[in-house]
């Protein structure tokens, strides 16, 4: 994008969105924080945000990021979430998904946490809360990156600053959101010791006494 391009997007942006004036230092700036993009794709997103019913404009972090979202055809962590989830309803447990199942952003949620981890929780606010923290951060990170090798499909867990937002152990969420039955199985401190098969964690603590 040229200094030139700009001239027409700042316009768009100064009729549809109140905020400060905009002067010859914030063109500047904005050109030197935009510059590496196609100006047709810095409209798209500036005519997008004025759709949109924003108040005010938007800053060049913000078109840089709705212009790469575009690029990598990534949406919000809500619709990560809708995703997973709706994969978990038509799949279950029994068929978890592939590359090319799931959009990169929801099969990488689906390798940090597990599938089987979310086929079983029964606790659906915590599962939604971990689903959409963890997209948030994907989502960033791939942003940031300016592409989808941040992720870090194929690793089984995030790598990165993705690690940050995870808990310390997945142990510790996997205890937290699976049915007492499915926990008391994986977790080795629960009465009468770790199962060593599944019909040991399906036995209640009695029984075999």
């Excluded at 979202?69 to 068929?95: F, H, N, Q, Y």
Aim: glycine share 10%; charged share 25%; proline share 8%.
């Amino acid at each position: 994008m040229t200094a030139a391009d700009l001239a027409p997007i700042l316009a768009v942006l100064a009729e549809a969105c109140p905020g400060a004036p905009i002067t010859e230092g914030t063109a500047e700036v904005w050109y030197r924080l935009l510059r590496d993009l196609r100006a047709e794709d810095v409209m798209a997103a500036a005519l997008r945000h004025a759709a949109s019913g924003a108040i005010w404009r938007p800053t060049p972090g913000q078109l840089r990021a709705s212009v790469v979202r575009d690029r990598l055809g990534i949406g919000d962590a809500e619709d990560t979430l809708a995703e997973v989830l709706d994969a978990v309803r038509s799949r279950g447990w029994i068929k978890p998904p592939a590359k090319g199942d799931l959009s990169p952003v929801a099969l990488a949620v689906v390798e940090a946490i597990g599938w089987q981890t979310l086929c079983d929780s029964d606790n659906p606010e915590a599962l939604r809360a971990h689903v959409l923290r963890i997209a948030g951060t994907y989502i960033d990170r791939a942003i940031a990156a300016g592409s989808l090798a941040a992720l870090g499909l194929g690793t089984g867990r995030p790598r990165g600053p993705v690690d940050r937002a995870l808990p310390d152990s997945i142990g510790d969420v996997v205890r937290g959101i699976l049915p007492p039955i499915e926990r008391r199985r994986l977790d080795p401190g629960a009465r009468g010791g770790p199962a060593s098969s599944l019909g040991d964690a399906l036995r209640t603590p009695t029984e075999g006494a």
